[in-house]
């Protein structure tokens, strides 16, 4: 089994920043890595960030680079996102997933940036 629950969505207007929290467990430490993806209203499911579970390599979507900061709390079982500098088109449902993915998903968090 694995279980993945994000947390931490929610309305914020541009320029505010969010942290997302995915707590994982089961068959997600299966996967070296852990990420992010996004999915905005419309379009496909695309990855925004991942981080080892083990070691400090950490990597972004050129998109989010130094606005975004992935980060992991080993002890919690934990991976964090935190968002800066949010702007429109960062909204989306986020989700959290091994990387490569798993086919399970959560139900992910909502982030809204809107004035």
């Known amino acids: 089994q694995v279980h993945l629950v994000e947390s931490g969505g929610g309305l914020v207007q541009p320029g505010g920043s969010l942290r997302l929290s995915c707590a994982a467990s089961?068959?997600?430490?299966?996967?070296?890595?852990m990420a992010w993806f996004r999915q905005a209203p419309g379009k496909e499911r695309e990855f925004v960030a991942a981080?080892?579970?083990?070691?400090?390599?950490?990597y972004y979507a050129d998109s989010v680079k130094g606005r975004f900061t992935i980060s992991r709390d080993n002890t919690k079982n934990t991976v964090y996102l935190q968002m800066n500098s949010l702007q429109p088109e960062n909204t989306a449902v986020y989700y959290c997933?091994?990387?490569?993915?798993?086919?399970?998903w959560g139900k992910g968090t909502l982030v809204t940036v809107s004035s």
């Open positions: 981080t080892s579970w083990s070691g400090p390599a950490t």
């Open positions: 997933n091994t990387h490569p993915p798993l086919s399970f």
């Open positions: 089961g068959r997600a430490f299966s996967s070296e890595y």
